[in-house]
């Protein structure tokens, strides 16, 4: 992995706790642009842990197959 | 010299940047703008400030990606005016040159304004004054602040020793600060949210804080702002080895980086604090906002200036940098006197095209602060410069597309249309005219509300054009026309020099297909 990964890493894992943690806060004073701005992490999180997903599924099919 | 020889000597300057330089490099230039853009677009757009980053963030993708596509076609230090030379010949070439120009000129005033704007973060602890009490009347003239004015010409002049001595940031500390100021952004934002953000705030601002339209108008194209600096992909690019492969993702990734921080800082900012506060810190808004989050406002806000200010003032260095890089390239392809080029005996630096620029950008500092805010007057200029050199980049691709299909691409600007031009498969870029529109659009805003750039930026590309014109008939060149240029040789060296063999080929292959379709010799 460079530093580049672990950058993406780091912040898509970060996207994850703000994005729920944004839900949290707003359940108190419900507004569409709360749960749209919480919904963004989230969708934003999601789409870059696919990217994770990926990268796993190589990294096995690579050790499968010496 | 002519001009294949110069190409290939610049070209032995390539060096191998790596991904991560390559994509702190660019990120030194845009990621600092958000420091100066946040309070002046909060004054005006209030309420609606996030809408206003999230509408010029669109824009600015699409010219992200035309300029993805470009610096990974032709690494070529020179930027847009590179891409707008090739695409629309001398004249489109030098106006693109000319608006770039006038954006690195305010640049080094804005920047330098906004880094002294962050030093004055600690004037409250510690000399107990805050730096708005210090402006003063001058007869007619208003709030005029002689001080920041002051502290601001010492930064100047501060660069252009620094310059013509030859004294640059190495590209370690360029990564080590970059890094710094990504993880310092960050955690302001995570904490920001998780600790002080209240979404009611947020809503009660959109629905009672909304701006008028005109308002929101000088707003939206104030943001652009937060986002100039791609110049510094093709100024990357040009010494990066193998940059078809590196551009695409450290460009991308660049992008990508900046559009969340410029989106998540107002959308925070509004939900942690009134708009009015950040606006009245026009000079610090990030350390203002960093210093209101619980827990760690007490560290983060001072660290934030003082992050701010270091980082700030590296963007006004790239400004004296590449203001003296593109006035080699306009002067290589004839457009101004090669006067410029001469360097210090001693310093072998570009000292007249240091002094001349920077010279200009301090005329633009001393101006602006003699009007009721220094950096909204900037910030005009600024925005005038970079949708027009913008707008030129954006055609420029698409001409390109029709006039030079055969230069392998290793990246696209994606959703193309497939059309059959000249009996020659080429690829219409239609997410280019969408991003044209949004540029367009946001000039026309430029043009309409504000009432310096309007006229000041206009006024800079006619006396530029005189001169251009003037320069041009005394050496008996074409003002209108364009020069005859072997631009295949010249794109087989750059490949060359860049080590992209296999683009080499796949392009030498292309035009002998062509020569072929001729019935010519190929190549």
């Known amino acids: 992995m460079s530093w580049r990964d672990y950058y993406q890493a780091s912040t ?11 839900w949290w806060r707003s359940l108190a004073h419900l507004t569409a642009m709360s749960l749209a701005v919480g919904g963004l992490f989230l969708a934003l999180a999601t789409y870059r842990a696919y990217f994770f997903v990926v990268y796993w599924r190589r990294m096995k099919g690579e050790r499968q197959h010496g | 010299m002519n001009l294949a020889t110069s190409a290939a000597e ?25 420091y100066a853009a946040l309070g002046l677009v909060m004054a005006a757009a209030q309420g609606a400030t996030h809408l206003a980053f999230a509408l010029a963030g669109l824009v600015y993708i699409m010219i992200g990606l035309a300029y993805t596509e470009l610096a990974a076609t032709y690494p070529v230090a020179g930027g847009g005016q590179y891409f707008t030379l090739r695409g629309l010949g001398d004249f489109w070439g030098f106006i693109a040159g000319a608006a770039l120009l006038l954006d ?12 002294a704007g962050y030093v004055n973060f600690f004037l409250p602890v510690l000399f107990g004054v805050d730096v708005s009490q210090l402006a003063v009347s001058l007869g007619p003239l208003h709030h005029v602040n002689l001080f920041w004015m002051g502290e601001s010409l010492l930064l100047v ?17 360029n990564e080590i600060l970059g890094a710094l100021d990504i993880i310092t952004e960050s955690t302001i934002i995570v904490f920001g949210f998780l600790f002080a953000w209240h979404p009611e705030l947020l809503a009660h601002q959109w629905n009672t804080q909304f701006p008028t339209l005109r308002q929101f108008m000088y707003g939206s194209s104030l943001a652009i702002i937060s986002f100039v600096g791609l110049e510094s992909i093709s100024q990357a690019a040009q010494e990066t080895k193998r940059p078809a492969t590196i551009v695409p993702r450290t460009s991308l990734t660049l992008i990508f980086t900046v559009l969340i921080f410029a989106t998540a800082f107002p959308t925070m900012s509004l939900g942690v604090l009134p708009w009015q506060d950040i606006a009245r810190s026009v000079g610090d808004p990030v350390a203002r906002l960093a210093h209101s989050i619980p827990l760690i406002g007490v560290i983060a806000g001072p660290f934030a200036a003082l992050l701010g200010a270091t980082i700030l003032l590296i963007s006004a260095n790239s400004g004296v940098m590449s203001a003296s890089r593109l006035t080699y390239a306009m002067s290589q392809f004839q457009f101004i006197s090669e006067w ?10 570009p000292h007249r095209t240091i002094l001349v620029f920077t010279g200009i950008g301090v005329i633009q500092l001393v101006l602006s602060f003699l009007t009721p805010n220094a950096m909204d007057t900037l910030s005009n200029m600024y925005a005038f410069g970079a949708t027009t050199g913008y707008i030129l980049v954006l055609i420029s691709l698409i001409k390109l597309r029709f006039s030079d299909p055969f230069a392998p691409r290793p990246y696209k600007v994606p959703l193309n249309l497939k059309l059959k031009h000249n009996g020659q498969r080429v690829q219409f870029p239609l997410l280019a005219v969408v991003g044209l529109l949004g540029v367009s659009s946001i000039l026309f805003e430029v043009i309409l509300t504000h009432a310096i750039g309007r006229i000041a930026g206009p006024a800079w590309l006619v006396l530029a054009f005189a001169y251009y014109a003037w320069y041009r008939r005394r050496h008996g060149l074409p003002v209108m026309g364009s020069l005859p240029r072997d631009w295949e040789t010249q794109q087989m060296q750059v490949l060359e020099a860049a080590e992209e063999y296999a683009l080499l080929e796949q392009y030498r292959a292309a035009l002998a297909r062509r020569e072929g379709r001729k019935g010519g010799v190929s190549p």
């Open chain 1, 12 to 22: 898509t894992l970060l996207m994850f706790p703000v994005g729920l943690a944004i």
């Open chain 2, 10 to 34: 610049k070209l032995e300057l390539r060096r191998d940047v790596t991904v991560w330089g390559s994509f702190m490099w660019g990120y030194a230039d845009v990621g600092a703008d958000i």
């Open chain 2, 104 to 115: 690195y000129t305010i640049d080094i005033a804005l920047f330098a304004t906004a880094s």
């Open chain 2, 157 to 173: 002049l501060f660069l252009i020793w620094l310059n013509i001595r030859g004294i640059r940031e190495s590209s370690l500390f």
């Open chain 2, 340 to 349: 410029f080029n001469s360097v210090h005996p001693r310093y072998r630096t």
